[in-house]
């Protein structure tokens, strides 16, 4: 009979391996069946789905997703739990042989086994902006998640032009998928317990902004952009085109207020001043 993880026997399986969760790895454990069932469901994963799963850790939100996906593909950068996982998934009534682990760093992934059509994964606080712009730039097959990150970076992928939340995050992420919110997961469900709140943000992809080269140039303009994000674009941009002149009249050539700033414009607008880049 199929089964989830509880918290008695995460600390279990902790303690067998030797592992001690690391600040360093992002390493907060999900010990509630219940959350992980509702995490899946959020990201609408059905039968016919290949699941990739960023950060299995002791497999909590692993065998909830094999509940319900075709096949799992898990990258786990900690050889214990990499190894241990298999393991875990046997004991708990799957079959290990739909469940494939990659034993990687998320950041140096460049290609996978197969093709994943969505992504759910706990993702480690201080990486999960760039894992996930990563996999969406590098995946275009995933055509939809869900992600559990600290809620003020879940603020920041969700956030709209005039919010205080609004920022570089905000605008790349909808470069490829419109972005948002999926609810609150409260701190108790995590082995060791986070000093922080968490989030789940839910992505759906869309056809590309534009090609690789255009999407390069704009990132270019949005990290100027909200560098000093109280600057007017003009000053902003200044370095990029050479000089404040140049770039007021950059600006204005792709219609828009020289004056304004980055946090008032959406994606299209930091389009717009990069195509008039020689």
């Known amino acids: 009979m199929r089964s989830l993880l509880g918290a ?14 690391t600040k360093k790895l992002g390493q907060n ?5 219940n959350t992980c069932r509702r995490i899946v469901k959020s990201a609408d994963v059905t039968k ?5 799963e960023i950060g299995p850790g002791l497999g909590s939100l692993t065998l909830a997703l094999l ?21 875990t998934a046997t004991s708990h009534g799957f079959d290990a042989s739909l469940l494939t682990i990659i034993r990687a760093d998320a950041m140096e992934i460049a290609e996978l ?36 990150v600290q809620s003020e970076v879940a603020d920041r992928l969700v956030a709209l032009p005039g919010s205080k ?18 609810g609150n997961v409260g701190r108790s469900i995590f082995w060791p317990v986070p000093n922080v709140d968490s989030s789940l943000v839910k992505f759906v ?31 902003a941009l200044s370095e990029i085109f050479g000089s404040s002149a140049s770039a007021s ?26 195509q008039q880049l020689p």
């Open 8 to 21: 008695t026997e995460i600390r279990e399986i902790a303690a067998r391996i030797d592992l001690t969760p």
């Open 29 to 33: 454990f999900v010990v509630d069946g």
């Open 48 to 52: 016919s789905d290949i699941a990739l």
């Open 67 to 87: 509940e319900d996906a075709a096949r799992v593909v898990a990258i786990e950068i900690d050889s214990r739990l990499a190894a241990e996982l298999p393991l």
């Open 113 to 148: 086994p197969i093709d994943p059509t969505v992504l759910v994964a706990n993702l480690p606080y201080n990486v999960s902006v760039p894992v996930l712009l990563r996999f969406l730039e590098l995946f275009p097959s995933l055509r939809q998640g869900v992600v559990m």
């Open 165 to 182: 939340n609004y920022g570089s995050p905000s605008v790349k992420s909808t470069w490829w998928a419109d972005m948002s919110s999926a």
């Open 205 to 235: 992809r869309h056809l590309p902004a534009g090609d690789e080269a255009l999407r390069r140039t704009t990132f270019r303009i949005i990290d100027a952009a909200f560098a000093q994000r109280r600057k007017m674009l003009r000053a």
């Open 249 to 274: 009249q950059a600006i204005e050539r792709a219609g828009i207020d020289p004056t304004l700033r980055g946090e008032s414009l959406l994606l299209p607008a930091f389009i717009s001043i990069a």
